[in-house]
């Protein structure tokens, strides 16, 4: 069976990948700590995200902006202004709605093709009538006039609380990168096609946060901006949907649980040509998890020019934005790993994560106590090139469950040193005996990399 959300919620806390914030002092509704081995998966995560989209490209680099930015960013990206939510309130059961979502998900099921874009809140209130929407919580159609919502925090920046230092958290990591594009480029010396990422924290004050870590009110995202000239872009965003999807099998997400969905010529925004979502199916549905959206700079507010040298002309680049949230992907690699299942009468959990994400990559366990010497020689050897834990507690039994548990792919007993892999892990495993037998690493490259290749035959004892 589907693992279900309130089993993951439970395995995270026990275990130490996510808590709930601020738990002593009562909470903070919708936020998330994450614990030792939440830290390291998301760190693993943004790193292999970074050295693939990134460092292993020749045309990409990378970014690190602010948070804070000159608040004119988000007039001109149309944050502050016209583009607030639309929201209203079911007067029967007070829960708040967006207004354009609920018209959009009408439309979609009815299968009518009406664009609802650009359209004021007096006109979205009268397609809630027109269309006869329903409060999606009672069931009830009473609902209040349309007020805006601006999703943006707010805070101060200097001393003083007057309106002159009002700055914004910014709710996306975009503009960061827009405005330092001329920057990023000539001291980088990129031409077109190239692109500028980053990873980094946005904040928006959502409306209906939940569904664990799904929709929080504070989050990370990895983005990336690839600009190119206005007639690839169709053919750029084709190769970006590729290499998005092929990483997201790399990174060990199950191909049935996730599938690329094309917006239709209505949903588009006037100034994108393609659009694709990347979903993924979580315990409460289908989830927006990487957005690939194709953009014209014109719109971004700013005069974006680029003098292209070999052309000898002046063009605004298109830009493809493949967007990624952090914890959305962590979910997902958490509920893509999770399986259970009976094991000795005992009934287990089994993460299969992929060694390169597992929180550990190996844990070390002597047989006795008293049997340790080389174990824990074999384990501080291991340490330099691996996540390693050493666990001399419990059955060796109960010892694997706990790896199982994690989804460490590799234990190793001692002083008989051999290696057993999770025996759910959906990667080969690898002999490693003969290094463990000399509890020292003669060669510290067998590493993940021959784990993955399978070319070395499953030992299991
Ligand atoms: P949604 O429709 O779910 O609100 P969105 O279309 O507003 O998402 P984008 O602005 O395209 O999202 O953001 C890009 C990515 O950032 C999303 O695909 C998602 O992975 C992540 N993301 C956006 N909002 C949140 C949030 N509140 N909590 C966690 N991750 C988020």
Request: aromatic letters at 10%.
């Amino acid at each position: 069976a589907p693992v279900s959300m309130n089993d993951l919620v439970s395995l995270c806390k026990q275990r130490g990948f996510i808590f709930p914030g601020s738990e002593i002092y009562g909470g903070l509704a919708n936020t998330w700590d994450y614990g030792p081995l939440g830290a390291e998966l998301k760190n693993n995560i943004k790193r292999l995200w970074w050295k693939d989209f990134i460092t292993n490209r020749d045309d990409v680099v990378g970014l690190d902006s602010a948070i804070l930015m000159n608040p004119r960013t988000w007039e001109a990206s149309g944050h502050v202004g016209g583009f607030s939510d639309p929201l209203m309130d079911c007067r029967a059961c007070k829960t708040r709605h967006r207004a354009d979502k609920l018209i959009d998900e009408k439309l979609k099921t009815e299968g009518i093709k009406r664009s609802i874009e650009g359209m004021d809140n007096a006109s979205l209130r009268a397609l809630i009538t027109e269309y006869k929407i329903t409060c999606p919580d009672c069931g009830k159609s009473d609902f209040t006039d349309i007020r805006a919502f601006n999703l943006m925090f707010k805070t101060y920046q200097g001393v003083t609380e007057d309106s002159g230092a009002l700055v914004y958290l910014r709710p996306e990591t975009a503009q960061g990168i827009f405005v330092n594009f001329r920057n990023v480029q000539s001291a980088s010396r990129k031409k077109l096609p190239f692109g500028i990422a980053q990873i980094g924290k946005s904040f928006r004050n959502e409306i209906t946060p939940g569904n664990f870590i799904f929709r929080t009110r504070e989050f990370e995202q990895m983005e990336l901006e690839f600009f190119c000239f206005p007639e690839d872009s169709i053919e750029w965003h084709g190769k970006w949907k590729e290499t998005c999807r092929d990483w997201l099998l790399k990174i060990g997400l199950k191909p049935e649980l996730f599938r690329l969905r094309e917006h239709s010529a209505q949903e588009l925004s006037h100034y994108s040509k393609a659009t694709t979502d990347i979903e993924f199916l979580f315990p409460f549905g289908w989830g927006e998890l990487w957005a690939l959206p194709t953009a014209h700079m014109k719109f971004s507010g700013k005069d974006l020019h680029y003098a292209e040298p070999d052309r000898g002309i002046k063009v605004i680049p298109h830009v493809i934005e493949p967007s990624l949230g952090v914890e959305r992907l962590l979910l997902s690699v958490l509920i893509s790993a999770y399986s259970r299942d009976i094991a000795d009468g005992e009934e287990r959990v089994v993460l299969s994560l992929s060694p390169e994400l597992a929180p550990l990559q190996a844990a070390v366990f002597p047989l006795s106590k008293k049997l340790n010497e080389n174990a824990e020689k074999l384990c501080t050897d291991l340490r330099r090139q691996f996540r390693v834990e050493y666990d001399d507690a419990g059955s060796i039994g109960r010892r694997y469950r706990r790896q199982d548990e994690i989804g460490t792919p590799f234990c190793i007993t001692s002083p008989y040193a051999i290696a057993i892999p999770c025996s759910r892990s959906a990667f080969p495993s690898v002999h490693l005996s003969s290094i463990c037998l000399n509890a020292s690493i003669a060669n510290p490259l067998l590493t993940v990399r021959r784990i993955q290749s399978g070319s070395h035959p499953p030992t299991v004892k």
